[in-house]
């Protein structure tokens, strides 16, 4: 018998590169908000599909929140084909009004039913191991965790089945079309397995850990790698991770595992953005001071040698007076002499300053390059 921590751990880890791999598209789409849109927008088909069923646990409401998903996307690109307002124009439109006429409905006509708010927008993974699958009369774990199975194994048949359309028709959509791979059918296909995602996800871990999960961890992965394939997965990974993690952190704090799963998610996010080894805030801040010493260094040298070339007595210049010859701060003419020595390009005797042999071949390079 799983204990109840590990089934929730694992249901978060299904949901997690359920809802990243799906994600992964729509991050490179520039269509992020969509998830957000979709995971609100289902309430409404929810509503309306448990108002002809009675039953919470009925199939059709995964029906009516998906066909409210596809509702959702179609809209959003009516309104973006009247060329009057963008993508993020429209489906800041279209959701919340979705959203907002799911929520009148409860309050109005399904207040004595559980279907609430906040449980809509936080979920309450903690309590899905409650509710179990009993299957010839065998427990076979908790009915959420099978459900998200089945959804993640239904992404990865989808993105596997036509990984080479998903490519061509994120990338350019014209080449798509061209090629006869149909694009809009692509894109409609994509946003019916995002639907289907968050309407999976929806009631365990609520639409702020759908949105989380979808976009946190592909964004993540983007700053780390420029290859498809291998963005799928680091972004499973960082999604594994995030769920994971997320538990203990909860555990440690004692707050909502969902909203502690999507905060890892963005603590991982940031440290990602800030050490990534090519894309990261760091990395780009040491190549820009590098390329901005190197620069120097190169200008430098490439004037020593000019003033070597023109007149042995211009050979050996001044320290003191560089910022004056290369109209440079005296505080960037400082970093960059002091630098060109320690790296050997120049040589200082007194107070002027010499070219070295490496420093010529160096400054002789960077002439040719010109």
Known sequence: ??????????????????????????????????SDAISHAILLGIVLAFFVTKNLSSPLLIVGATITGLLTVTLTELIIKTRKLKKDAAIGIVFPLLFSIGVILINQFANTVHIDADCVLFGEIAFTPFNRLIVGGVDIGPQSMWIMAG??????????LFYKELKIATFD???AASLGLFPAVIHYGLMTLVSITAVGAFESVGSILVVALMIVPPSSA?????RLSHMLFISAGLGVISAIGGYFTAQIFDANIAGSMAT????????ILIFAPENGLLAKFIV??????????????????????SHAEAT???????????????QYTSEVIAQSIQEGLIKKQGDKLMLTSYGREKAKNSISKG
């Open 316 to 330: 050996e210049l001044i320290t003191g007076h560089m910022e004056d010859h290369m109209s440079w701060s005296k």
């Open 222 to 226: 983007y700053l780390l790698t420029n």
């Open 151 to 160: 959804i993640l194994a239904l992404n990865i048949i989808f993105i596997s």
């Open 1 to 34: 018998m799983i204990s109840p921590q590990v089934e929730i751990m694992i249901l978060a880890s299904l949901t997690a590169v359920a809802c990243a791999l799906p994600g992964v598209f729509l991050v490179l789409r520039r269509v992020a908000l969509m």
């Open 264 to 271: 890892v998610s963005g603590v991982i996010f940031f440290i």
């Open 288 to 309: 820009k001071k590098w390329t901005r010493w190197d620069f120097g260094a190169s200008t430098l040298s490439v004037h020593l040698l000019q003033a070597e070339w």
């Open 173 to 175: 959509v014209g080449l």
